[in-house]
């Protein structure tokens, strides 16, 4: 397996991991209460992991990840670091000094950043992050431009080719 590949899959289950640790401790009156990275805008997080990690297995190991791939990899790790920092901001507010940040949310930063450290350091010379954008927008915009013929001119709804009536 390719060593870019190796990494952000390495990098995506520890993200998926770190998704059921707990991310917050809550105590109030006595009562100590956690709660694991798998609610509100973890759930975006954990499907960004679940993204990078199926984008690294996908196609021929061996080689390193196209420029498609290699931009959505950094898409996804991009946006889950995004919500954490967002998860950090808004959970450092709430509670007034009574939630401690637990360890599975450091786990799930580290594991995005290892995302996007182990695409970007590891990546073909010619890739850079323009071209990589720029081919996802062809890809996007050629399909969009493709006109869709499912049915072939002899298949028609409620046939099977069967001249026989159903009995």
Known sequence: MNKQRKFVLI??????????LPWISISMLGANETVSGMHGKGILVFLCFVVAGAVAYMGNQTINLDKTMWGIT???GIV???FIIWFYSEASDSFMGASFIGFGFY????????ILLSAYMFRSPTDNIKDSFNTMKKNIESK????????????TPGTSGNTNPPL
């Open 80 to 82: 889950a670091l995004l």
């Open 144 to 155: 969009m431009n493709t006109p869709s013929n499912t049915n072939t001119p002899n298949d």
């Open 74 to 76: 950094l898409l996804a």
């Open 11 to 20: 990098a995506a289950a520890v993200g998926v991991i770190s998704m059921f």
């Open 107 to 114: 786990i799930s930063a580290l594991a995005s950043l290892g």
